[in-house]
């Protein structure tokens, strides 16, 4: 094989590797399950005691300002299919966990920290799905997250392995 196709494959396998590491989480839920979409400050970052959860950077899902979760000012359509783990604040994990999933709950979920040093965002995109018949789940069971690791890693082993068949 030429060097140059070499070159060009190595390149390829970069650039979808890079493109891949961009995306965001992806959480998959069920229609009528419930899907726990994570926000975690990573341990020893400064503490905070306040995020914002928004959907598609508009619709208000639920707030935490110092240390309290409030409903106040929450969209009508997520009222009484939210909830937070107040336990767990201290430990920087806003995780938020909504109910009774619909097809139109598909889309951008953001966590917003401020901080005065600085603006943490994490955005997860959420996918609803027809629950597959015969299969039994816990009810509020979460249905699956794929993180971006791993999804970079189910990636990584079809290419390599494509690029190792092609170059050798
Ligand atoms: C955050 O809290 C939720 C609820 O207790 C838990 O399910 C989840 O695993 C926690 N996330 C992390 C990263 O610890
Ligand atoms: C939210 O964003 C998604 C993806 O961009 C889009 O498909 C959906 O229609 C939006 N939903 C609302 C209610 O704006």
């Known amino acids: 094989m030429s060097m140059m196709l070499k ?5 390829c396998f970069f650039i979808l590797l890079l493109n891949e590491a961009s995306v965001q989480d992806i959480v998959q839920g069920f229609i009528r399950d419930s899907a726990l979409l994570p926000c975690r400050l990573e341990t020893g970052q400064l503490k905070v005691n306040t995020a914002h959860w928004r959907y598609n950077d508009s619709k208000n899902v639920y707030d935490i300002l110092n240390g309290q979760g409030t409903t106040k000012e929450q969209d009508a359509e997520y009222k009484g299919r939210t909830e937070t783990f107040p336990a767990e604040y201290s430990k920087g994990n806003f995780s938020l966990r909504l ?3 619909q097809k139109s709950d598909e889309g951008s ?4 920290i401020p901080n005065a040093e600085f603006d943490l965002n994490k955005c997860i995109n959420l996918q609803v799905r027809e629950k597959p ?3 039994q789940e816990k009810p509020g069971s ?4 794929e993180t971006t690791a791993e999804r970079i890693v189910s990636l990584l082993f079809p290419l390599f392995s494509a690029t190792v ?4």
Not at 142 to 145: F, H, K, L, R
């Open 7 to 11: 070159s060009a494959l190595l390149v």
């Open 99 to 101: 109910g009774n999933l």
């Open 109 to 112: 979920y953001c966590c917003f």
């Open 133 to 135: 018949r015969g299969i």
């Open 142 to 145: 979460n249905s699956g997250v």
């Open 165 to 168: 068949l092609l170059c050798v």
